[in-house]
């Protein structure tokens, strides 16, 4: 994948800790299922110009707050 900002190819994939990692937790989400209302995330890094692009799990909020959107926007 590129860098949005800069368009390196050069992207490092990692995580965001502080200090445990960091979820995202959907404010409609349902709990009705055996998860948890979180979605975890995880960060990617361009080598070139150090752009920090935050990227969760978009499969598990379509299932948390039962959208039926496509999978238009996911990023994988
Ligand atoms: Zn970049």
Redesign the pocket.
């Known amino acids: 994948m590129k ?1 949005l ?2 368009g ?1 190819e050069l992207v490092i994939e990692g995580a965001i800790y502080s200090p445990i990692r960091t979820s995202f937790r959907p404010q409609s989400s349902k709990f009705l299922t055996l998860e948890t209302g979180d979605i975890q995330t995880k960060a990617v890094m ?1 080598k ?2 150090g ?1 920090l692009e935050i990227i969760g799990d978009a499969m598990k909020l379509r299932r948390l707050t039962s959208d039926p959107g496509g999978s238009s926007g996911n990023v994988t």
């Open positions: 860098c900002r800069c390196h361009c070139n110009c752009h």
